[in-house]
């Protein structure tokens, strides 16, 4: 009884193997990319988002938030804003220094509308995935392919606009959290900070 006790803690206070987990990762990788469905909901996302994305909303927040990311790149300087809301309050500069990047290649806005389609694009993916992992492969199926067709996202989700980039980095922080309160491993605090501060 002595011996099964002492083989049964070391077996407790051994450390996982790390070549498996980074093994099991690989496989759901793999398991991920022979689903038919996953390329039936990008392309169904992707189809909506980038046509006909030159008649977009472009009116004055879209031009201003723009024209600052080229400012910053042409003359460059550091953003300490955004534009101004509404409410008369600065926003925060973390969309101006999104859309630096692309601004960096041409000062055409028309590639702003293509970046946060992007963007977009990779928010339903991370709904398929994130919703797979947790309830299933119907239930992910399902999930992507109302976000992706739904009338409210695809509107928003390809104009210059702060918030439209709300959907991509929400679902990063859902997926941090679930990481760390549901699985509970370690890790996942600093990037929910940082995600929730964005």
Request: proline share 5%; hydrophobic share 50%; with cysteine.
């Amino acid at each position: 009884q002595n011996s099964m006790r002492i083989q049964f803690t070391a077996r407790l206070t051994t450390r996982p193997d790390r070549s498996k987990s980074g093994a099991a990762r690989i496989a759901t990788g793999r398991l991920l990319l022979l689903s038919w469905e996953i390329y039936l909901i990008l392309g169904i996302s992707a189809l909506l988002r980038f046509l006909n994305i030159d008649k977009t909303i472009f009116d004055d927040d879209e031009a201003v938030v723009f024209q600052m990311a080229h400012d910053a790149v042409a003359h460059g300087l550091w953003p300490l804003t955004s534009n101004r809301a509404s409410l008369g309050i600065l926003n925060p500069p973390f969309v101006v220094y999104l859309f630096m990047i692309p601004s960096s290649l041409s000062a055409n806005p028309l590639w702003g509308e293509v970046w946060v389609a992007l963007f977009n694009t990779a928010a339903v993916l991370l709904t398929y995935c994130f919703t797979r992992r947790y309830y299933g492969r119907l239930a992910g199926t399902i999930t992507a392919l109302l976000y992706a067709t739904s009338a409210g996202a695809w509107i928003y989700s390809r104009n210059i606009w702060p918030q439209n980039f709300l959907p991509f980095f929400t679902l990063l922080l859902l997926i941090c959290l679930f990481r760390g309160v549901v699985e509970r491993k370690k890790g996942w605090f600093c990037p929910a900070v940082v995600l929730i501060g964005i």
